[in-house]
Structures are given as structure tokens and as C-alpha cells.
């Protein structure tokens, strides 16, 4: 690394130039130990002397050259596709995006002029150099350049090979090929692909005659590749052993988590094997990059004002239960975390309950349940009503125990935020009547329901207008007088993989707890009733919020009608 007398001339210096520093003899062995430059950011980083983003910032700094989390950063195919994957692994560099003809790319040592040249010349066009951590640029590699072309020449040579030459595998034999390179390679490669494809659950399925790959994305299943039926035990077992599941049981059910590290977070899975007819079958959930996935504040989410303003003021009551409902991948959890970030300030106390925690929150206490210590989300909350809470976020409301402690916090001054998994907003209320807590309870501790959709989003690279039928207009609409309205789709792109959609946006239903509602669940009332009270002060369905979304050319209505009940049809 040069050093020159106008900028700092490494790490080191840059460290004890912050104010308040107080490292001394940490930061000198770190020195002597490692020298200065890339050894000795990966040492201070590695003994949290300083975070991650404001160690490579202030190594950054001194090169004279920006830092970008590759993982936090637009990354784009064109960019990717302008330096063949060899060179980016002997260069340790990533391409990241192109603009006005030039390549910003990441590099673990963009001061190397001669290198950035070279790079440019390969790109055939000027090259920016930003700095990454070689481990982030790595593995960024490893996810942005995984395609079903190279997962499946990898297959192939797989099953050419001797390992799989016995039909029946030995449990001793079977684990011996789970752990071999070229499994865990191909595994890998599987989830570095459903990574860069923004999906949200893989399915490993046996057929009849062939094994098929599936992923989740944007809601939609989507077939992605098909391997030869004696792999899958092997792959099944590879699973297995990442959860320290029992591999040789296969006629039963199992549950497991397993967390694969990607640059200097980790991505965690939730894995749900099954027997089949024809052998078992695992989904793996991806829940989400530690430390990565975005927080999204209540604005970013395009809630729709009328549902916004109310849901505010909402979470600014000192005392009482909010829910937000939905099927399972809904985004319950990311309208939660929203609101608590609008809350969270040096004043409150707030302490969540999860499984798993999805995004660290700085200046909250989060907990993870952990069923195999019987530590369960009653226990945790028991405990945490010792610990002067003013919020607690109580990730899913399951039993009647977790129920009737969560209803006692909020009589008894604490603001409480849980998920439910109901359909509607008025069925939460039913819902907590039905496992058992007393009408008496529920009816002055629950403030607000909020219910939640996810639709595919149209693809705004490929997005285009059409004018739907008078019957379609007819049947989603009751106004007769609405005219020529133009409905959006996607045409398809390469953006978009060719499915016209990229992304998701969330629609809602917000059910305010009035007196009139409380006389209903005092009365123990059924959620047509509730439903019908809760109108009457301006509650509006999901489908009408969802329409609103299709006018504003943000999903289809497709994509509504697929999720949501043709009783709400407004």
C-alpha cells in the first residue's frame, strides 16, 4: 500500500485518528502480527475492534477509493457478463453494474492500477474500481455466476462418476458420498443459485423416472432442473447432515436448520424433509442473510395511506396488542421489524421473541426460541416481563399459554406486536377466542388487526399498458361510470427471467378495535359481525387495497385474484 502525506497511510493511522480511540496495545500486536493493509483489516474486523463496514470504510478511505457490500449493492447481468469467471477469480474482483459505458467493479486491491487496466481491457470498456472484502467478493462470485448450465455439467459428471455404481448405499457408505467434495460443491451451487434468483424456498422432489430442483420466486414455483433418481439419497443426506438430522431414518418426517456462511454473514435455512411415494422429499426455507436483509421502513413499503396514517398512530399507543395476519411468507415478520424501527429510540425498551432472528436490530434485545432446550416462546416471555420491557415483539402466537401472557402484558402497560396465521384480520380476533383466551381478556387488550398480502410485482424494465374487457372492469369494480381505465402487465424480459414480474408488494386490511367491536367479543360475536362493525368506521378488504395497487400499475390482477377470496370482491 503507497503512503503518501495527504491521506492517511493505512488502517492503523486511520484507527487512532477516531475520536475516543482506545485500542493501544490491541491494535499494535494486531500490527506486528499481521503488518499493515488487507492482513491487518481482516484482524481488526476479526477481533471486532471495529465493525465490518467501518473497518473497510476507513481502509477505503486511505486507498482514496469507495467501499461497497457487494451483498448490499445492484449487481446486474451485463455487469457480471463483461469478465469471464476465471479472470474474476484470479483477480479477485466482481463486476457490479455498468453506467454511461463504464464498469464499477468490486476489487480486494483496487489501488493495483496495472490490474484495474487489465481488467479494462478484458471488459472493453473503463473500469471504477471500488473496494470489497476478498471473502464478500468471493462469494459474491460463487452466487452471481452459478447458472442451471453449470449446476447440471456438474450433475452429469456426477453421475458418471463410480460413487453412485450400488443401487442400495450402505448408512455408512451413504454418508461417506454426502460428504465428498463434488456433493457439497453441487449442493452449494444449488443455493448459491436460489440466492442470486431472490428465492425463497427450494424444493428437492423424487419422480417417478427423475429427481426435480424447484424454487419459490416471487411466489410462483418455477422448475429450474432435473437429476438423475439415484443422486437423490445422497442429496437428501447431505441435508440431513448439515441439520444433524438422522439420516437413516426416511419414513418419518424431520425438521432442522442449518446456516451457510456467504462472505462474512451467513444465510440461514429451515429444512423440512417428508417421505414420498418415491423417497423423500425436502423444502428448504430461506429465511434470510444475517445482518443483510434491508429494513424497510413502513414509507418504503408503499402502504397505501389509508391503512398507513391509522397504522401509525397505532404503534404509538403505550399499552395494548397489534397483530399482523397472514399465511406463512406474507411478510408479517418485515411489517413488524418496520414498525419497531419507527418506535425504537433511547427512551424505549424493547426485547423481541423470535424463530429464528431474520435482521439484527440495533438497540433491541432479540431472543431465539430453541425447542430442542425446551425453550419455548412462553418461557422466554415470562422471563422477559422481568426485564422492564415497554415493547415486545412476539413472533408468532401459537398456543394458549403464549396467548394469555401476551394479553396480560398489554393490561398491564406494555405495547405488544405478534403474527397470527389467519386469513382475515377479523378471524385474529376469533382466533385468540378459539385456543382458548378469555372474551374478557381479549376484548380490551387487542388495539388493531393488520392483515397482509404479497402479490408479484410487475417487472418495471418490461412493464407495458393494456386496456382490460368490460367484463373484467365489471366484475372487480362496481362503478359504471369508470371508463377506459389501463391495467399494466410485463411483457417478459431477460430482467425478469421472461415471467413479466420481479419483486413483491404487499397489500393490507387494518381492522381499529372499537367500543362497538369490544361489546361484539365480550359477547363472543362471529367475525362476519366483527367484519361488519369494523366497516362502518371505514374498514376496507384486502381485495380493495389490492385493486388499488393494480390501478397504480404495481402488480396484476392476476396476482390479486390469486390471492385473495372472491367473497371480497368490491
Excluded at 449493492?73 to 479477485?92: C, N
Excluded at 425446551?374 to 415493547?391: E, I, K, M, N, S
Excluded at 365489471?474 to 402487465?489: A, N
Amino acid at each position: 500500500m503507497s503512503k503518501t502525506p495527504s491521506s492517511p497511510s493505512s488502517l492503523a493511522e486511520s484507527i487512532r485518528r477516531l475520536p475516543g480511540f482506545a485500542f493501544g496495545g490491541q491494535l499494535g500486536l494486531l500490527e506486528a502480527q499481521h503488518g499493515d493493509g488487507l492482513p491487518l483489516l481482516q484482524a481488526v474486523i476479526e477481533a471486532k475492534l471495529l465493525a465490518k463496514d467501518e473497518a473497510c470504510r476507513l481502509h477505503a478511505d486511505a486507498l482514496g477509493i469507495a467501499y461497497i457490500d457487494p451483498f448490499a449493492s445492484v449487481i446486474t447481468d451485463e455487469a457480471i457478463a463483461a469478465v469471464p469467471l476465471e479472470i474474476a477469480q484470479k483477480a479477485r474482483m466482481v463486476g457490479l453494474y455498468i453506467l454511461d459505458g463504464v464498469l464499477t467493479a468490486a476489487f480486494a486491491t483496487p489501488e493495483d492500477a496495472s490490474l484495474v487496466k487489465r481488467i479494462s481491457q478484458i471488459a472493453q470498456m473503463p473500469v471504477s474500481p471500488v473496494f470489497a472484502l476478498p471473502r464478500e467478493i468471493e462469494d459474491t462470485i460463487h452466487i452471481q455466476y452459478s447458472s442451471e448450465k453449470t449446476i447440471e455439467e456438474g450433475l452429469q459428471e456426477l453421475e458418471r462418476s463410480r460413487l453412485f455404481d450400488q443401487p442400495d448405499l450402505a448408512t455408512d457408505r451413504l454418508i461417506a458420498i454426502a460428504d465428498s467434495e463434488s456433493l457439497v460443491q453441487i449442493l452449494d451451487e444449488i443455493i448459491y443459485y436460489a440466492l442470486r434468483e431472490r428465492a425463497t424456498d427450494i424444493h428437492i422432489e423424487p419422480r417417478e423416472t427423475q429427481s426435480h430442483v424447484r424454487f419459490r420466486i416471487d411466489g410462483m414455483l418455477r422448475e429450474v432442473l432435473t437429476y438423475s433418481r439415484k443422486l437423490h439419497r445422497a442429496f437428501i443426506s447431505r441435508i440431513k447432515i448439515l441439520c444433524n438430522l438422522n439420516i437413516a431414518e426416511t419414513r418419518f418426517p424431520q425438521d432442522g436448520r442449518f446456516s451457510l456462511s456467504v462472505g462474512t454473514s451467513s444465510a440461514n435455512f429451515r429444512v423440512s424433509t417428508i417421505p414420498s411415494q418415491h423417497g423423500e422429499k425436502a423444502v428448504l426455507r430461506i429465511l434470510a442473510m444475517s445482518g443483510k436483509k434491508s429494513m424497510l421502513t413502513l414509507e418504503r413499503m408503499m402502504m397505501s395511506q389509508t391503512i398507513l396514517q391509522p397504522f401509525l398512530r397505532l404503534i404509538q399507543n403505550p399499552n395494548g396488542i397489534i397483530f399482523v395476519t397472514g399465511p406463512t411468507g406474507s411478510g408479517k415478520t418485515t411489517t413488524l421489524y418496520s414498525a419497531l424501527h419507527e418506535i425504537n429510540k433511547p427512551d424505549v425498551n424493547i426485547s423481541t421473541i423470535e424463530d429464528p432472528i431474520e435482521i439484527q436490530l440495533e438497540g433491541v434485545t432479540q431472543t431465539q426460541v430453541n425447542t430442542h432446550i425446551d425453550l419455548h416462546f412462553d418461557t422466554v416471555l415470562r422471563a422477559l416481563l422481568r426485564q422492564d420491557p415497554d415493547v415486545i415483539l412476539i413472533g408468532e402466537i401459537r398456543d394458549l399459554e403464549t396467548a394469555k401472557i401476551a394479553t396480560e402484558a398489554a393490561l398491564t402497560g406494555h405495547i405488544v406486536f405478534a403474527t397470527l396465521h389467519t386469513s382475515t384480520a377479523a378471524q385474529a380476533i376469533v382466533r385468540l377466542l378459539e385456543i382458548g383466551v378469555a372474551p374478557y381478556m381479549v376484548a380490551p387488550s387487542v388495539i388493531g388487526v393488520l392483515a397482509q398480502r404479497l402479490a408479484a410485482r410487475i417487472c418495471d424494465n418490461c412493464k407495458e399498458p393494456y386496456i382490460p374487457s368490460p367484463e373484467v372492469l365489471r366484475k372487480y369494480f362496481k362503478e359504471d361510470g369508470l371508463g377506459e381505465v389501463s391495467f399494466f402487465r410485463g411483457r417478459g424480459c431477460k430482467s425478469c427471467r421472461g415471467t413479466g414480474y420481479k419483486g413483491r408488494i404487499a397489500f393490507h386490511e387494518l381492522v381499529l378495535i372499537t367500543e362497538e367491536i369490544r361489546t361484539l367479543i365480550s359477547a363472543n360475536a362471529s367475525v362476519q359481525q366483527i367484519t361488519a362493525a369494523a366497516a362502518r368506521v371505514g374498514f376496507k378488504p384486502l381485495r380493495y387495497d389490492g385493486l388499488k395497487k393494480v390501478l397504480l400499475g404495481l402488480t396484476t390482477i392476476e396476482e390479486i385474484e390469486a390471492n385473495t377470496s372472491f367473497e371480497w370482491a368490491t
